[in-house]
């Protein structure tokens, strides 16, 4: 809904929305992991980008969605051919091909978030995570560079954007991102479920719904501690 739409900008969690190719990234890296242990490394990349196709086909090209498109297609390349992609010049590389295919792209602040964010969350990762590490446990210290990173590079932004910064999407992003991906797991599970047993639809959709109201009540929590105007 809009009210929670607004609620995420408001969270300082815009772009866990921009970065809505997580879900594409999601199911691809699910599709080659489960098929990798049945048909072997090269064809499941291949299974892995049919999925791809699939969930791109299913959801239509968004700016980010185009973006995440594009580093799991030259992500399943360097796989196949055993490449260790340096993740600033795969997203550099990414960046310009985005542009030649849709120029308008770069005009979108989805557009601008997903890069920043993901610029950001490589630069915490090698920069923030080593400090963190030390006093927090790896599992949170990795959520919580990540969160920093794509919050501090997402600044410059949402100044010009919104005209405001909201620290609290440091913390919200670290609490709401794993709900959202849990979220993804269990929708995916429920229709597996249900298809193979349609008398599960209405308890499972009981389930999938309560979650989903969870994060849209953690959201506008969020939302409601004032952000620092610029």
Known sequence: TKKVSEGFTYAGLSHILALSGMHLSFFAGLSKKVSKKITGKRLSCLLSFISILFFVWFAGFSPSLLRAFLCSVCLLMCSVCYIKPHTPSLLALCFIIQICISPKDGTCVSFLLSYAALLGITWADKIVNKHLITCVPPSLSSSLSASIGAQIFTIPISVCVFGYI????????????????????????????????????????????????????????????PPVNL
């Open 166 to 225: 909201t620290p609290v999407g440091i913390i919200a992003a670290v609490i709401i991102s794993p709900l959202i991906s849990l979220f993804l797991i269990a929708g995916l599970c429920c229709i597996i479920a249900t298809l193979c047993m349609p008398s599960l639809l209405m308890p499972l959709s009981s389930v999938i719904g309560g979650l989903y109201e969870v994060i849209c009540f953690l959201v506008l929590l969020f939302s409601k501690i």
